[in-house]
């Protein structure tokens, strides 16, 4: 018998087995460990929303989010391989619970540790991108490029929306909707390079997924967590180089509570519909449950 290990993909069955495995061990994780690859994690998702930025200032609108959106995909790339622990995958510790291997209570615990780690490794993103300036590169279009989308991200309300509590009821279904789409296509992602048994594999079967949800547009809460306070940054203290160039008024809306409660709330509820119910208990139930 060769002792050569197979390099066929697991099989649908196989993965779910495999997916059981990943996400025990991710709940398992001590507090300090799973805290600094929180921190590891973020920092990942924010660096590749630099590289998905400047694809877009580069190339403009169109091509460059399409673009951006393969080159978004190294901050996956980095989770898995790094081992870093990310609040959209871990979603899928769903099926842990499910299947009885953990407590509601460590579930909830695995979840606030790792959320509160990518915000922090985010953060430490936005304060060394804000302090290189490094908003001003293309000639401020970077920086530009930064608050337009961020803008975009906490105004889910258009005119005929109306105002008040109906046009926010609309907005919040909109990014909530976005969140679980999103989600879908990350925990898609994460799922199959389960599957795969190399480096090549794992790469290979993330990109097109996490390409596919930056182009369109939808919504990933860790991700969200650098790229609007980033704006928020650049809205409130940027250099004068930067500010004077630009319609600061336009960009009102970029605050602390828009972001919190236009995009923050709403995108992380939608994310854990599409990734812990939508992607892993759906296929937990189809291949562990049913005969």
């Known amino acids: 018998m060769s002792d050569t290990p197979s390099l066929q993909a697991l099989s649908p069955q196989a993965m779910v087995e495999a997916a059981e495995h990943h996400v025990i061990d991710k709940a398992s994780k001590k507090f300090t460990r799973a805290f600094l690859l929180a921190i590891l994690a973020g920092a990942s998702i924010a660096l590749a929303f630099c590289f998905y930025t400047t694809a877009v200032a580069a190339l403009g609108d169109g091509p460059g989010k399409v673009v951006g959106g393969l080159f978004f995909a190294l901050g996956l790339f980095l989770v898995v391989l790094l081992g870093g622990e990310l609040f959209t995958s871990s979603t899928l510790t769903l099926i842990a619970k499910a299947s009885g291997k953990i ?171 599409g990734g812990g119910m939508m992607i892993g208990l759906f296929n937990w139930f189809i291949w562990k449950k049913t005969k």
């Open 103 to 273: 407590t509601t209570a460590t579930l909830l615990k695995n979840w606030a540790t790792v959320y509160f780690g990518n915000f922090v490794g985010a953060m430490i993103i936005v304060l060394l991108i804000f302090l290189g300036r490094t908003y001003m590169n293309f000639n401020g279009n970077w920086g530009l490029t930064i608050l337009n989308t961020a803008l975009h991200k906490v105004e889910h309300v258009y005119p005929s929306d109306g105002f008040g509590a109906l046009a926010y009821a609309r907005g919040f279904i909109e990014a909530l909707c976005l969140g679980i789409v999103c989600n879908i296509m990350v925990c898609i992602a994460v799922w199959l390079s389960w599957g795969g048994k190399t480096v090549t594999d794992k790469l290979l079967v993330m990109l097109f997924p996490i390409g596919m949800f930056v182009a369109s547009g939808f919504e990933h809460s860790i991700a969200n967590m650098f790229m609007i306070p980033m704006g928020i940054v650049l809205h409130y203290f940027s250099i004068p180089e930067f500010m004077n160039n630009i319609n600061m008024d336009h960009y009102a809306d970029l605050d602390v509570m828009h972001f919190i409660f236009s995009n923050l709330i709403p995108v992380t509820i939608g994310n854990i519909i």
